[in-house]
């Protein structure tokens, strides 16, 4: 069987909500690795909503995907052939080479994976850049001391539940939000979090004022939308809104009106966004704290692996109307380690 | 001549814009004071947009005004009686006695003023409230580099133009925003800010574009609204929005929409708000910098004095309006000084 790259193109810009036939599905041949280079065969691939604004082609702090390129993400595969001798046949690793299930890419890009230590697939997820996300925007911007309330927008997510539980491991009552009743008993029953609420209900402002009876000293926001506008009447005196994303605003043909801030005056607020790959260097504490915690089971993390890279654009799709469940894989191929 | 003590009361809470049916004048009878006090005859009465809050009834960081209260408010005056050793007849000092000619107050409750080292009017502004205001916002939030640019909305206003003059001798380029001809010449000619850009104009996005070429790196924020909306999409990555206030939106009956605030994520903006009293022990080192410029003339500032104190809610509401030129004071009575 001769092996060929399936790969996903931006075929045109959404326009609003992305539909299928913003994507193209082509096959191509297997390229072969050259000097200091390894053919890698891709495992999973992550989908995160910062993909919404690379295929978007507004201007932002990374380059966005060209109509007729492969879309940008990173995957987790397994060596295939190699010309670096870094890498053996059979090595696993990660790396950023895009929607499609083959790659040639020079060994130095790759980040080496020990199958032993964690499962390959948490180096997309928890213990890989939406876990370094969460605890970057907690140790930079929230900085939550004991005692204090913190509220987590998609809280069943990627980084929302890694948050949360770092939050709870502070000593803060940690409260969730996220869209419907399954992932809020995940929230509240699995992880830990001292109350979980359902945006889609009709009464989250008075959840909140209930939920958080001292108010909120840190919100981390991935969401926007009517939740931001819940929350940030509660924010306290002081309180820090990690600004990681608004994921529900991703999909507005034109930007709402705003900002309005006066709270951030009479509150002595701090808003700060911030992009992870700014604090790079904070993966390896990160990782320090995390992996052991992830490898007891103390640190919990959900997936929700789609099978075959032709359902990558659907699975995206859902995962921007809040359909997936936990971290959103798409399985490119077998799992040996599985 | 007997002397009364006049004092405006606070009569009704303002519907949206203050109206002078708000406010009432009563005449009472100068009080006398008692052991550890002194009598002080107001000079100057400062009006500043902090005050739209205080009459509101809003929670905020202070008490609101009660109905019938005599309206907040800092006055330089002069001591007429006194029973505190620390002060004796004829000293100048500085209090929060609120809109009245006369108060009684503990000595200690005083800043003494030596009207040798600075005219006496300052202590409310330029070296006063508005000054350490501007130092703050600076210092803690904005921390302007050589070479940024830096934009100053409320320009010619109290806090916007010691805020400007800081930053310029911080190697900025500053531009101004203030609203009219008059204010935008004397902010670009006296004060010698690159440009100002006159808000009433049609054009303010395009003119800020133009006056910013290479973009916003600190924005000190009084006024809000309209051109708050011009500038925010202006700011550079890790911009500054030092959020000083926003005056053009405290007569709002219902607040406006938001807060968007995407461009936070995307651009990691930090925006943070404070309240000048949190930082009270900064006085002594802004005093320090300012009080020998100004007295050198290289610190310029500008007063809009109103002679009356019949005339300080009608000065209060164009204040708000727009209407004062400079730092806004109502003449209580004769400056010796002067």
Chains 1, 2 share one sequence.
Not at 20 to 26: A, G, N, R, T
Not at 147 to 161: D, L, P, Q, Y
Not at 193 to 217: M, Q, T, V, Y
């Amino acid at each position: 069987m001769v092996e060929t790259n399936r790969q996903v193109l931006l075929k045109r810009r959404p326009n609003g909500m992305p539909v299928p036939e913003d994507f193209s599905i082509v096959d191509s041949a297997v390229p072969e690795p050259g000097d200091g280079q390894v053919l890698l065969r891709g495992i999973y691939l992550s989908l995160d909503p910062y993909m919404r604004g690379r295929i978007s082609g507004q201007p932002s702090y990374a380059r966005p995907t060209a109509l007729g390129e492969v879309i940008e993400g990173r995957v987790v595969g397994q060596v295939a052939r190699s010309r670096d001798p870094a890498f053996r046949e059979g090595d696993y690793a990660a790396g950023g080479f895009g929607w499609q299930t083959h790659s040639v890419v020079s060994g130095g890009s790759l980040q080496k994976l020990d199958p032993a230590a964690a499962p390959i697939s948490t180096a997309l997820g928890i213990l890989g850049m939406p876990g370094l996300t969460a605890y970057v925007g907690l140790k930079t911007i929230g900085q939550p001391k004991s005692g204090e309330t913190v509220v987590i927008s998609a809280a069943s997510g990627a980084v929302g539940a890694v948050a949360g539980q770092l939050a709870k491991r502070d000593g803060c009552r940690v409260v969730g939000i996220a869209g419907g009743g399954d992932k809020c008993r995940y929230v509240a029953e699995e992880l830990g979090f001292e109350a979980c609420l359902d945006h889609r209900g009709a009464h989250l402002a008075g959840e909140l004022a209930a939920a958080c009876p001292r108010g909120i000293d840190v919100y981390f926001e991935n969401v926007g939308g009517a939740v931001q506008a819940a929350v940030f009447p509660h924010l306290n005196d002081h309180g820090r809104m990690i600004m990681c994303g608004m994921i529900s605003e991703y999909n507005d043909v034109e930007p709402r009106p705003g900002p309005n801030l006066m709270a951030a005056v009479r509150k002595r607020l701090r808003i700060q966004g911030f992009i992870v790959s700014d604090h790079a260097a904070l993966r390896p504490e990160f990782l320090a704290l995390a992996a052991p915690l992830v490898k007891s089971g103390q640190l919990k993390y959900r997936e929700d692996v789609v099978d075959g890279i032709d359902n990558a654009p659907g699975a995206f799709i859902g995962l921007l109307q809040g359909r997936n469940f936990g971290k959103l894989l798409v399985r490119l191929g077998t799992d040996p380690t599985h």
